[in-house]
C-alpha cells in the first residue's frame, strides 16, 4: 500500500521578473551603450563622407546651388561681390576656389553669421554687416568662408547631415525618443568637428587678406568687438564656432609667427553703410 505524500502549496516569488539591478545603473548603462554608438556612427559617417566628398566634382555642386540659396534667399550684392573678386584674385591659379563661381547675397537676418553653399554661393547676414566697421573686416569674413570652399567643409557638413539622418531613422525610426537623443549625441560630436573646421578656415582667411591688403589690419577686429559682446563662454561649448577669444587668440599667434603687418584698414563702402 502506498503512502500519499501531502501536497504542501508554496507560495510564488514575486520578485523573479524583477531585475535585481538598481533603475538608476541600468538607466546608465543604457545612455553610455548610446554615446559608443553616436561616437562609432559619427566616426563612420566622417571616414564615408571625407572619402565621397574627395571625388566630388565641383560641377556636381553647381546643381545644388539654385536649391541651397533658395533656403535662405538675399540679393546679390555689388559691394560684398566686388571685395570676394579682389579676394579670389590673390588665390593661388592651381586653387580648387577657381572652379567655383564665387557670389555674395546679402540676406536680411539680424543674425551675426555668414554661411558658404554649395556651388560657390556665400550669404551675408544683414546683422553681420551692422557688426563690422571696415572694408577689412568684411573681407576677412569672406576669405574664411571661402576657406570653407577651399576645404569643401560645406559639403562635408552636408554629407554628415544626410547620414546621420538616415542611419537613426533605420536605427530607431524617424519619430522615437531614442532617435532625438542620439540625434542630439552626434550634434555634440559635430560641434567640436566644425569648430576644427573654423579655426582652420580662419588661419585661410589670414593669410587671404594678408595677401589681398599686404596687412592683417581689422583681421581681428570683428572678433574683439564679439568678444565685448559675448563674454561667456560657456553657450560656446557645443557651438559650431569658437569663442571669439579663442579666436582671437589663435589670430594672433600666426600673424606673429608670420610676422604679419598691421596697418590702417579701409572705410565701408557708402552701399554697405545703408545696411546698416
Same mark, same amino acid.
Given at each position: 500500500m502506498q503512502s500519499k505524500i501531502p501536497f504542501i502549496a508554496?507560495?510564488?516569488d514575486d520578485t523573479v521578473n524583477v531585475s535585481r539591478t538598481h533603475p538608476l545603473a541600468e538607466l546608465f548603462w543604457m545612455l553610455g551603450g548610446l554615446v559608443v554608438l553616436c561616437g562609432i556612427i559619427f566616426i563612420a559617417l566622417g571616414i +564615408?563622407?571625407? !572619402?565621397?566628398? #574627395?571625388r566630388v566634382p565641383v560641377k556636381v555642386e553647381r546643381? !545644388?546651388?539654385? +536649391?541651397? !540659396?533658395?533656403q535662405y534667399g538675399g540679393e546679390r550684392h555689388p559691394a560684398l561681390n566686388e571685395i570676394a573678386g579682389n579676394l579670389l584674385a590673390q588665390v593661388p591659379r592651381d586653387s580648387p576656389l577657381h572652379d567655383y563661381e564665387i557670389n555674395v547675397y546679402l540676406m536680411e537676418n539680424e543674425e551675426i553669421n555668414a554661411v558658404a553653399l554649395p556651388g560657390g554661393n556665400i550669404v551675408v547676414f544683414t546683422g553681420l554687416v551692422a557688426q563690422v566697421e571696415s572694408e577689412n573686416e568684411l573681407a576677412m569674413v569672406l576669405a574664411h568662408e571661402m576657406g570653407h570652399f577651399t576645404h569643401r567643409d560645406h559639403l562635408r557638413g552636408l554629407g554628415r547631415g544626410l547620414g546621420l539622418a538616415v542611419i537613426?531613422?533605420?536605427? /530607431?525610426?524617424?519619430?522615437?525618443t531614442a532617435s532625438d537623443l542620439v540625434s542630439g549625441s552626434l550634434l555634440s /560630436?559635430? #560641434?567640436h568637428y566644425s569648430q576644427d573646421q573654423e579655426a582652420a578656415a580662419d588661419r585661410y582667411g589670414l593669410d587671404l587678406l594678408v595677401r589681398s591688403y599686404g596687412h592683417a589690419g581689422g583681421s581681428i577686429d570683428f572678433f574683439e568687438r564679439l568678444a565685448a559682446q559675448h563674454p561667456d563662454r560657456l553657450p560656446y561649448l557645443f557651438a559650431s564656432h569658437p569663442h571669439p577669444d579663442a579666436r582671437i587668440a589663435a589670430l594672433k599667434e600666426r600673424i606673429d609667427s608670420y610676422g604679419y603687418p598691421s596697418q590702417e584698414t579701409i572705410p565701408l563702402d557708402s552701399a554697405l553703410y545703408d545696411v546698416r
Open positions: 508554496r507560495s510564488t +564615408i563622407t571625407d !572619402l565621397v566628398v #574627395a546643381a !545644388l546651388r539654385g +536649391i541651397a !540659396l533658395d537613426v531613422s533605420l536605427l /530607431f525610426g524617424p519619430d522615437s /560630436f559635430q #560641434a
